[in-house]
């Protein structure tokens, strides 16, 4: 069975930084797209940013202040947030895919408030 488990979320200040983490376990990680969505209260969940072999994509709106990375030997994927802005507030969520399945996590909280 496929677990993604995400950690890192809170509280943070406009402009500040967090780093998102997503531990995969239960698939073969390295031939698996990995992503970060986000869903605010009354939107849509979005996609942020997906990483696969090759470069990422970003959603328009993170492009220069997100980064998105993985680590295949620890089936870990990243996501690092700077410049944060109060629109970044949102639930986070990791995603994989691959030949057998989509994957979610629980998702975490990130508040970006002062």
């Known amino acids: 069975q496929v677990q993604l488990v995400e950690s890192g979320g809170g509280l943070v200040q406009p402009g500040g930084s967090l780093m998102l983490s997503c531990a995969a376990s239960g698939t073969i990680f390295s031939t698996t797209t990995m992503g970060w969505y986000r869903q605010a209260p009354g939107k849509q969940r979005e996609s942020v940013a997906v990483?696969?072999?090759?470069?990422?994509n970003y959603a328009d709106s993170v492009k220069g202040r997100f980064t998105v990375s993985r680590d295949n030997a620890k089936n870990m994927v990243y996501l690092q947030m700077n410049s944060l802005k109060p629109e970044d507030t949102a639930v986070y969520y990791c995603?994989?895919?691959?030949?057998?399945?989509?994957?979610w996590g629980k998702g975490t909280q990130v508040t970006v408030a002062s």
């Open positions: 990483i696969a072999s090759g470069t990422p």
């Open positions: 995603n994989g895919r691959n030949r057998l399945g989509n994957y």
